[in-house]
């Protein structure tokens, strides 16, 4: 069983950044794919980024250019790094960790993008 906690959201202007970490423990982090997703009131939860055990990363089009994904096993983290908010950010932001038909959410970080 691996748990996921997030932080790092908060309250932002548009044009600001923010970082989100997301600390596993539990399980063997470095063979996770992970990612983050956001679900913003009214819709459906979207997949904003992802990162494979190998590195590799994969973006919604939305974030392309503005936000960067990465991880950092010695430390079981994942961060999603935020720039050039816009106020169509502003979600609830949740860490998965992925393998094969195993799916683990964190409690989720709310990202407020507001002026």
């Known amino acids: 069983q691996v748990q996921l906690v997030e932080s790092g959201g908060g309250l932002v202007q548009p044009g600001g950044s923010l970082r989100l970490s997301c600390a596993a423990s539990g399980g063997l982090f470095s063979i996770y794919a992970m990612a983050w997703y956001r679900q913003a009131p009214g819709k459906q939860r979207e997949l904003v980024a992802g990162?494979?055990?190998?590195?590799?990363?994969n973006y919604a089009d939305s974030v392309k250019g503005r936000f960067t994904i990465s991880r950092d096993n010695a430390k079981n983290t994942v961060y999603l790094q935020m720039n050039s908010l816009k106020p169509e950010d502003t979600a609830v932001y949740y860490c998965?960790?992925?393998?094969?038909?195993?799916?683990?959410w964190g409690q989720g970080t709310q990202v407020t993008v507001s002026s």
């Open positions: 990162i494979t055990n190998g590195g590799s990363t």
């Open positions: 998965n960790a992925g393998l094969r038909l195993l799916h683990y």
